[in-house]
């Protein structure tokens, strides 16, 4: 289910999550066009589990 943030609370949820990761670092997944949701976020937890990335992740 989507949520709409404003960006004062992005920026402090985006700040704080990536203070806890242990590169502070932050991995983005574009899914492309025409890709449906559950296939998107296959995709993602593949790509996540198989680099072994601790980064921050959203969706």
Do not use: C
Request: glycine share 4%; proline share 3%.
């Amino acid at each position: 289910m989507a949520e709409e943030v404003d960006r004062p609370t992005a920026e402090n949820w985006l700040s704080s999550a990536v203070r806890k990761t242990p590169d502070r670092s932050v991995l983005v997944f574009i899914h492309g066009f025409n890709n449906h949701f559950e296939d998107a976020v296959f995709r993602f937890a593949q790509i996540v589990h198989d680099s072994g990335a601790h980064s921050t992740r959203y969706w």
